[in-house]
Each structure stands twice: as structure tokens, then as C-alpha cells.
């Protein structure tokens, strides 16, 4: 059985009005909603048929109904009418971001703040790692002499500083010769290429192995994530929704923030060059997520420089119109400041 025209707007009510009230929903809500004239009747034929295919729910103290996982999946992909955001709200976000574009630290941070403020929900970020970007530029500094300074630049002007140990005694005419090799073999070729285990196989490297180790390394950890790249914002924010009256579920949604690994593992997920909406919903198929949580993310990028991954986490009765109208936005006006700034 298919969903007809007819059923996928009476889902669309029937989440909408959940989302507004938090309150199961009846056949008569629906049908005064539902403009052209349908009845009750008719209505509760639908929503049963709903039922069966797993879109609707009916909890046992209740004789209305919610929407199941599936159907805010199908509901965020193809039945919620967008919302533009407001004068004041475009203001606001242009205001945070016109400060400090050039810093990406800050950037990051405060589209964070941005998000969780308009949403209304707790929102997290993470700093960019592309694997596939080009290394354009790569050089050892004398620290001490026994240890140098390695800065990385990439075509998309991330740069990754680290030091490493020398051999004892290296004259500097051997860390030029070193420095000299790793830009023959470096330049021009992915993070990812370059900490290919195959790589380290080249015979130039047979001089100064140990030094282009903790090169390679430098490099791995750059492009791993850990949890100093996590920033979450409006933890608080749960409190405002009534599903987290509850004493357990605010202590398992907290347990879910707080756990840096887990939320890296689930926006990391996400990476793309795109502004793309992602939405899990708290299920089997995502472990790391409370059934009762919902995530949704978007990857920002501007003039190919990635912006980092962003989301929101809140309850399964989100208001995704919101969320998504959000995310979206907040995306479009960094990429627009940050292009024209260029």
C-alpha cells in the first residue's frame, strides 16, 4: 500500500500539529486542519492505514496519535513546508559573523551560538578535516637543536603545527636536505595520500626515516578527529522541551553530549563539500543516538574551504521547519560574507 496524496497530507498535519502541542493527535484535530472538506470518518480510516505502515503510532494512555521515526524521515525529506527566516533573525546572524571571518576558531564557535540561539535546541560543531586536501606547503624549523618546528599548509590555507624530535647532532645542512625531500615528496599530494602506509615505503626517505615518521604522524593526527575539535552549545536547552520533564531523560541526554567521542563519531559522519541537510533519528541504526533524540547536521564550505559540520540535537518532536531553516541559512550568509570578503 502506497501513500496517497491524501495520506501525506494528513501526515504532514498530523506532525505539525505534534510538534506544536506535544499532544498525541485525534482524527477531529486533523480534520479541522484539513482544508477541502473530509470527514472524521474518513480521516481515522487514513490514520489507521497510516498505522499499518509504520507512520503513525498510538500510545496506550491515548486515543490520538504521534508520528513514528519513519515519519519524520519522510516528513523532513518530503512533506514539511520550509520557513524563511525572519528581517531580525537574518540580521542577527550576519551581525555574529561580519566580526571576525578570517578567524575560523571563532568561527566556528559562534555559528555554533548562532544556531543553538535561534533554534531554541543544544547545537554542536566540529572543526574541518579533509583527508583529500593538497599539501602546498611543507617545512621543518630548527627549534632546539634536537627538535623542529613542522608547519603544513594545505590548498585550502589549514594550517597544522607540530614538533618533532631530531636526530642528535643533525646539522643544519642535513635538516635542508630533509626539508628539500619533503617538499619533493609532499607537495601537490593528499593528507590521505601522504599517510598511505605504502608511502612510507619510498627509498628517499631511507636518510631521515625516523624524521619523516613523526612527519607522517603529525600529519595522522591532523587529519583524525579528537575532542578538542568538539564544541557544544546550549546544553540548558533541553530543559525548555517537555519530553525532558524527566529526571532519567535529561541524565541520558546529558550522558549523550557530554560523550565527545560519540557525537565526533556521529557529525563526522557527515562530511561533504555541500551545504546538505542530514537527519538521524534516535534508532537502532544509529547507536550512538538516545531513541528519544533526534540529529540533524549540515556540512558548510566556502570558496572550497571546508567550514566544519554542524547539528542540532533535541527530541524526536522537533521543529525541523525551524532546525532546517536554520541551518540552511546560517550556511548560505557564512558562504556569502566569507566569498565576497575573498
Do not use: W
Not at 491515548?62 to 540580521?91: F, H, Q
Not at 540535537?313 to 525541523?320: A, L, S, T
Amino acid at each position: 500500500m502506497g501513500l496517497t496524496e491524501r495520506k501525506k497530507r494528513i501526515l504532514r498535519i498530523a506532525v505539525d500539529k505534534y510538534i506544536d502541542t506535544a499532544v498525541p493527535v485525534s482524527s477531529k484535530s486533523i480534520a479541522e486542519e484539513y482544508e477541502g472538506g473530509i470527514s472524521s470518518a474518513t480521516i481515522r480510516s487514513e490514520m489507521s492505514a497510516l498505522e499499518e505502515l509504520g507512520y503513525l503510532e498510538q500510545p496506550h494512555t491515548s486515543a490520538g496519535r504521534i508520528p513514528s521515526g519513519e515519519a519524520y524521515k519522510l516528513y523532513v525529506s518530503e512533506l514539511m513546508v520550509k520557513e524563511k527566516p525572519t528581517a531580525k533573525e537574518l540580521d542577527y546572524i550576519k551581525k555574529i559573523f561580519l566580526e571576525k571571518t578570517d578567524d575560523l576558531e571563532y568561527l566556528i564557535r559562534n555559528t555554533a551560538k548562532v544556531i543553538s540561539e535561534l533554534t531554541s535546541y543544544t547545537s554542536m560543531a566540529i572543526a574541518p578535516h579533509d583527508a583529500q586536501d593538497h599539501i602546498t606547503n611543507i617545512n621543518l624549523f630548527r627549534f632546539k637543536p634536537e627538535s623542529a618546528l613542522v608547519l603544513i599548509v594545505t590548498e585550502n590555507k589549514l594550517l597544522k603545527d607540530n614538533y618533532i624530535a631530531l636526530p642528535p647532532d643533525m646539522p643544519d645542512e642535513n635538516l635542508a636536505e630533509a626539508n628539500a625531500l619533503l617538499s619533493k615528496l609532499f607537495v601537490g599530494k593528499t593528507l590521505a595520500e601522504c599517510c598511505d602506509s605504502e608511502f612510507m615505503l619510498k627509498e628517499e626517505f631511507s636518510n631521515y626515516k625516523a624524521v619523516f615518521v613523526m612527519v607522517i604522524d603529525a600529519l595522522k593526527s591532523y587529519i583524525k578527529y579528537d575532542e578538542s575539535d568538539l564544541i557544544v552549545e546550549g546544553e540548558d536547552k533541553i530543559l525548555q522541551h517537555p519530553e525532558y520533564t524527566d529526571i532519567n531523560k535529561i541524565r541520558n541526554f546529558l550522558k549523550t553530549v557530554t560523550s565527545k567521542d560519540k557525537i565526533i563519531n556521529l557529525l563526522s559522519e557527515d562530511g561533504t563539500r555541500d551545504i546538505k541537510i542530514n537527519v538521524k533519528i534516535g534508532s537502532e541504526e544509529h547507536e550512538d543516538l538516545p531513541a528519544e533524540c533526534s540529529l540533524v547536521t549540515a556540512t558548510y564550505s566556502a570558496n572550497g574551504v571546508q567550514l566544519g559540520t554542524y547539528g542540532v540535537i533535541g527530541p524526536v518532536r522537533m521543529d525541523y521547519k525551524k532546525v532546517v531553516t536554520v541551518l540552511e541559512n546560517v550556511g548560505k550568509i557564512l558562504e556569502s560574507i566569507i566569498v565576497n570578503k575573498g
